[in-house]
């Protein structure tokens, strides 16, 4: 049996081949992924009631979720007006991720580097822009030139800002989904193909040319890999879950510290809270509460 890793991400073009807007397997089920997120909140917030059931209370749930725990939690009360973007992030890569446990279809997009790429940039984008937005351009100094440090200090520090914050953030973005969703799609694909060999392969040997004792001793294995194969399936859809929590997560820090000053006492952080009294969280609807 031959594994050819390349056949695992790479496929033909379906449609407008040749073209910088070719249309393969990975984009439908980008398109696919979209469709599926948008539909699940455009549903969700067509059946709003006053006790909402069903998938209403899923995707209100949903959405609090990133607003209160993510966005309300690690940017503050500023927070509130990104969490329609961390949640939209969020959700897209969760869907993303979750094609590569269904049936038939068994592939994450976010195991091409280029969906990953993408979403690293635009986070990329997004907390420059709000830092020069909350601070002008004043923002690289204070990046690059944190206050209160000795000016010798500079010669080295200065230049490890600049690749960590500017060059190292994107990248560790990309290449962590990247990897995580890569490493669990060969995965399921080689103990699953180890299951076929084992026994599909082996039964339709046994009915063509009869019983033979390799074949007797591969369908246990059969099994042994198939039973793998499934506990995986269920640990896989814990890594689904927690790179788009990590994903979004690291994007809202990004974001707060664009927002507050990446080198800020954290005193001073902390006893800014108290004198509000901390960011209220953003609470249930009251059909919420009572369908809860």
């Not at 033909?12 to 070719?22: K, M, N, Q, R, V």
Request: net charge negative; proline share 5%.
């Amino acid at each position: 049996m031959e594994i050819h890793v390349e056949e695992l991400f790479f496929w033909d073009p379906i449609l407008l081949a040749g073209t910088p807007f070719e249309i393969n397997r990975v984009v439908l089920l980008m398109f696919l992924a979209s469709i599926v997120c948008v539909a699940f909140f455009l549903i969700g917030a067509r059946n709003q009631s006053a006790v909402p059931r069903g998938i209403g209370l899923m995707a209100q749930e949903a959405y609090f979720f990133v607003r209160n725990n993510i966005a309300i939690d690690v940017i503050g009360r500023e927070g509130i007006g990104y969490a329609p973007y961390l949640a939209a992030l969020f959700y897209f890569i969760f869907f993303s991720n979750l094609l590569e446990i269904v049936p038939g279809i068994n592939f994450p997009v976010t195991s091409r580097m280029a969906i990953p790429a993408a979403l690293a940039a635009l986070t990329y984008v997004i907390f420059i822009v709000v830092g020069v937005r909350a601070h002008g351009l004043g923002y690289f100094k204070d990046v690059l030139f944190p206050p209160g440090v000795p000016k010798l200090v500079y010669i080295l520090l200065t230049p490890i800002e600049l690749f960590s914050t500017f060059v190292i953030r994107p990248l560790t973005l990309a290449i962590r989904l990247l990897a995580n969703m890569m490493a669990g799609h060969v995965l399921l694909t080689i103990f699953f193909l180890f299951t076929q060999a084992f026994i599909i392969d082996n039964v339709a040997t046994m009915f063509s040319e009869g019983i033979s004792i390799g074949a007797l001793l591969g369908i246990p294995l059969g099994i042994v890999t198939f039973l793998v194969a499934c506990l995986l399936i269920i640990f896989e859809l814990l890594v689904i879950s927690i790179q788009a929590y990590i994903f979004t997560m690291l994007t809202a820090f990004y974001i707060a510290e664009s927002l507050h000053g990446a080198h800020e006492e954290d005193d001073d952080h902390t006893q800014g809270h108290e004198e509000e009294g901390g960011p209220e969280p953003i609470g249930e609807t009251e059909g919420v509460k009572q369908a809860a």
